[in-house]
């Protein structure tokens, strides 16, 4: 399965040792991490540190880790289906745009999000965790 991910299934990732770390960490699906996500989490690190008890540089390190499977898909390498994406996500939540845009780039099945919202639209397909880990 080549699936994009959305922020919040790296922070759940981040808080706490479970299946979706471990989903994150196994050969069993091609994921994507758009460099937006990346930078999103790291603004949610103090939260993260509050609910782990662990340090900015832990946290970190544990990013480090989990990165190491997905593949960091750049800005730049989504510009180009930005547009289409926003105007997919108008009314919906602008703010997943990065997602659908990545989707959009990269020959996947689509985004894997915890974000009820997200499914509104009906240009990707979204899975949520359940499904993922039910495949």
Same mark, same amino acid.
């Given at each position: 399965?080549?699936?994009?991910?959305?922020?919040?299934?790296?922070?759940?990732?981040?808080?706490?040792?479970?299946?979706?770390?471990? %989903?994150?960490?196994?050969?069993?699906?091609?994921?994507?991490?758009?460099?937006?996500?990346?930078?999103?989490?790291?603004?949610?690190?103090? #939260?993260?540190?509050?609910?782990?008890?662990?340090?900015? $540089?832990?946290?970190?390190?544990? #990013?480090?880790?989990?990165?190491?499977?997905?593949?960091?898909?750049?800005?730049?390498?989504?510009? &180009?289906?930005?547009?289409? &994406?926003?105007?997919?996500?108008?009314?919906? $939540?602008?703010? $997943?745009?990065?997602?659908? %845009?990545?989707?959009?780039?990269?020959?996947?099945?689509?985004?894997?999000?915890?974000?009820?919202? #997200?499914?509104?639209?009906?240009?990707?397909?979204?899975?949520?965790?359940?499904?993922? #880990?039910?495949?």
């Amino acid at each position: 399965m080549k699936l994009v991910l959305d922020t919040n299934i790296l922070l759940k990732a981040l808080i706490r040792n479970s299946k979706v770390r471990a %989903a994150l960490l196994s050969p069993n699906h091609q994921l994507f991490v758009p460099e937006h996500a990346i930078e999103e989490t790291r603004r949610h690190f103090g #939260l993260i540190m509050k609910k782990t008890g662990l340090s900015e $540089d832990e946290v970190e390190l544990v #990013l480090g880790v989990l990165l190491t499977n997905p593949h960091v898909i750049p800005s730049k390498d989504i510009m &180009a289906n930005w547009k289409g &994406a926003e105007e997919i996500m108008v009314g919906i $939540d602008r703010s $997943d745009t990065p997602f659908v %845009a990545a989707a959009l780039s990269l020959p996947c099945d689509g985004i894997w999000s915890d974000d009820l919202h #997200l499914k509104r639209q009906k240009k990707v397909k979204v899975w949520n965790t359940k499904e993922v #880990l039910g495949l």
